[in-house]
């Protein structure tokens, strides 16, 4: 009877052993396949392989105690991304510029606007990593070394290095660009103008943000965003593109002498148009942090006439766009012995949409996702503001050019970000531009494919002038079938790009 005890003993014992070492098991292996499944797939790798690579890189740094501590430091800073590739995927250069510009405003709307989904999967990396930390060690002194190099060996090109890698790599050359804003604004600008015949008293820039084309109805958008737009006399190019995805990236190649890579801040518009006799106005409702802190800062501190509505960044309050309209009248009014060239700068429709709106109504509900139903607002709100802006400078009587271009298009769908950026498809580049003056009185609709590294040469051909660095070129003459457009790290060709599907 004892021996019959001492039998099932050992065979209890033997059971809770082996129930214990499972238990010990998924402790860890429970938080490697979590944190393997959800960290590279929401950094923008989204191969399998990518998976494995990050199951056996943890498996291999249990038995080292230097490549335990490093991974689970390394991948708590990785899964902070997860909010931004959970939308955006792989990081990229104009993510990090982005990122390095971005103020507190923008990084609550930011958090704001990042959908439950994506907080869910960073708590389960986070949660999964401590698991991890907790569980996961198995040191082997003996052959310590062996795994270490087995872990070196994996990671030469893994994907993890890459992402590292990558992020110092454009953080160093984001951080070169900032500075060289500063050093370039101290560079006198070296235009002659060779011809000067204005032709408009008044000559009005309107930069646009995140105005998608394929959004507006003046360009067939089944939904009238723009019913104004719709019939205004005026000429609306329907193949104008964007040279850039951002307004970092882009107002830099689209306001200043640039090869599309390159760009030469202190040769700007502005610097060009006061050169050419012109009164020079930038009025602003995006925020004024520094006066070398973005490339749209640089090419405002040559204006003769500054107003910027928002010292601090761009949230620092909720200044509406329509008042750079009072702006308007006010130079229009008051410079009557001058021709004018007057740039406005609006918030548009950055997101978040929705509090782009102030007292705007959403006449649109096409969307389960109300930040799209607001972007389409946003779009409406922007027909009228152009209505107006072109009322203000029809009642002067006095002969005028009325210019409308966004700095770059968005993504647009019913994600649970449904306006954001992008820079893989042709709708983060697809751009509206509009030529009202004050001798147009038809609505006209031209399919000139042209880029917006061209726009300093239409707007001489605008204005009347031509210089020995930019030569005037009307919208045929600026023509350009092979257009390329810079993605945040290299030229690339626009046709080339995929095609999003276009929400209806």
Not at 452 to 462: C, G, P, T
């Amino acid at each position: 009877m004892f021996g019959k005890l001492l039998h099932l003993s050992g065979v209890f014992s033997r059971t809770e052993s082996k129930t214990t070492a499972i238990r010990r098991a998924l402790s860890w292996i429970t938080p490697v396949i979590i944190i393997s499944l959800i960290i590279p797939l929401n950094m923008g790798y989204n191969g399998i392989s990518s998976c494995i690579v990050t199951f056996v890189t943890l498996y291999l740094s249990r038995k080292n105690p230097l490549t335990f501590y490093f991974s689970c430091t390394a991948l708590l800073c990785l899964s902070l991304y997860i909010p931004v590739g959970y939308s955006f995927g792989k990081i990229s250069y104009a993510y990090v510029v982005s990122a390095l510009q971005t103020n507190s405003g923008e990084f609550l709307e930011f958090l704001r606007g990042t959908s439950l989904n994506a907080w869910l999967l960073t708590s389960s990396a986070i949660l999964a990593i401590y698991l991890f930390a907790r569980n996961g060690q198995d040191f082997d002194k003996k052959y310590r070394t062996i795994y270490l190099i087995a872990f070196i060996l994996i990671n030469l090109n893994a994907w993890p290095k890459r992402m590292l890698t990558a992020t110092a790599a454009y953080a160093q050359q984001a951080n070169s660009a900032l500075a060289g804003l500063e050093q370039n604004s101290n560079v006198p600008d070296n235009f002659q103008i060779i011809s000067n015949h204005k032709k408009y008293k008044n000559v009005v820039v309107v930069i646009g943000e995140s105005v998608a084309r394929d959004y507006l109805s003046v360009y067939g958008y089944p939904h009238n965003t723009t019913p104004w737009l719709n019939t205004a006399p005026g000429y609306f190019y329907t193949h104008y593109i964007s040279a850039a995805p951002n307004t970092f990236l882009s107002l830099s190649r689209t306001l200043t002498i640039s090869d599309g890579v390159k760009t030469e801040e202190y040769n700007s518009i502005v610097a060009l148009a006061k050169k050419a006799g012109f009164s020079t106005h930038w009025i602003s409702n995006q925020g004024f942090l520094g006066e070398y802190d973005t490339p749209a800062t640089v090419i405002a501190s040559k204006a003769q006439h500054k107003v910027f509505f928002k010292k601090g960044d761009y949230n620092t309050n909720s200044t509406d766009d329509m008042a750079l309209l009072g702006e308007l009248q006010r130079v229009v009014k008051n410079n009557d012995n001058a021709h004018n060239a007057v740039f406005l700068h609006m918030i548009g429709s950055h997101p978040d949409t929705c509090s782009r709106l102030n007292d705007f109504p959403v006449n649109f509900n096409i969307s389960h996702q109300q930040k799209l139903n607001c972007y389409l607002a946003t779009l409406q709100k922007l027909d009228a503001f152009l209505e107006h802006a072109h009322q203000i400078l029809e009642q002067r009587g006095e002969s005028y050019a009325l210019i409308y271009f966004s700095d770059h298009g968005m993504t647009v769908d019913e994600s649970e970000r449904p306006v954001r950026h992008g820079a893989d498809a042709r709708q983060n580049f697809n751009i509206p531009l509009f030529l009202f003056t004050s001798d147009t009185k038809k609505h006209i609709t031209d399919d000139t494919p042209i880029s917006a590294r061209k726009f300093m040469s239409l707007f001489e051909w605008i204005a009347g002038f031509d210089s020995d660095k930019v030569p005037a070129l009307s919208p045929g003459e600026a023509a350009e079938r092979d257009i390329t457009v810079f993605n945040g790290e290299h030229l690339v060709p626009y046709d080339e790009l995929k095609e999003n599907a276009i929400v209806q």
